[in-house]
């Protein structure tokens, strides 16, 4: 079974990487890129602490509810580590 995830709701003001259309969404995992410079940090020249980056996969009815023209494509999005939270299973 997938790893569910659910993307943060954050709103930051500035440079970030996380999509605004994603945030409180949730796909599932579909693999882990490695470590990477924060870009979000590295924007404003600040060091830039390793994160990881995963590819998140996501249903476009998850996304856009009844107004998904396609409810079955997806939708990936490689998002920084820190912006995601596990979500239980539902059975």
């Known amino acids: 079974m ?3 995830v ?5 709103m930051p ?3 970030v990487r996380t999509p605004a259309y994603l945030r409180g969404r949730v796909g599932e995992v579909e693999r882990r890129l490695g ?3 924060n ?3 590295a924007a404003y020249g600040l060091p830039a602490e390793p994160r990881e980056l995963v590819r998140v996969r996501f ?3 998850d996304i856009w509810g009844a107004e998904a023209e396609r409810p079955d494509d997806l939708i ?3 998002i920084y580590g820190h912006w995601l939270e596990p979500v239980a299973h539902q059975d």
């Open 2 to 4: 997938a790893e569910r």
């Open 6 to 10: 659910r993307v943060a709701r954050w």
């Open 13 to 15: 003001p500035g440079h």
């Open 35 to 37: 470590t990477f410079p």
């Open 39 to 41: 870009p979000e940090q």
């Open 59 to 61: 249903r476009a009815a």
């Open 76 to 78: 990936e999005a490689e």
